[in-house]
């Protein structure tokens, strides 16, 4: 992976797990909305500290239409503890179509 799209653990050089994907998913996700990656900086070395401590941004900022994911699935799936996202992409598919189904 890029810099710019590594999970935390990945950023502290551990193991990638498929949580870590989600992770990955999410920071793809959030570039899709935004039309930027989450974190931008001046050094590799920045960047991956960024990964590892800095809040995810609400792409609400750039594309007001994504209002409220940073707080729902989105800032789920970018939690910087791999623990507190979900165990894999079926939980992802699973509450993306939760989602379809409230917005109907």
């Known amino acids: 992976g890029t810099p710019a799209f590594l999970s ?3 950023a502290r050089g551990r193991v990638a797990t498929a949580r ?3 992770y990955c998913l999410g920071l793809t996700w959030y ?3 935004a ?3 989450p974190f931008e900086a001046s050094s590799t070395l920045q960047l991956l500290n960024h990964q ?3 809040p995810l941004p609400d792409p609400a900022f750039e594309q007001p239409e ?3 994911l940073a707080a729902g699935l989105l800032g789920w799936m970018t939690a910087k503890d791999p623990a507190d996202r979900p165990a894999s ?3 992802v598919v699973r509450e993306l179509e939760l989602l379809r189904v409230a917005s109907g």
């Open 89 to 91: 992409m079926a939980d």
């Open 52 to 54: 590892v401590h800095s």
């Open 66 to 68: 994504a209002r409220g």
């Open 8 to 10: 935390p653990e990945q």
């Open 20 to 22: 870590s994907d989600v």
């Open 31 to 33: 570039f899709l909305l």
């Open 35 to 37: 039309g930027r990656p």
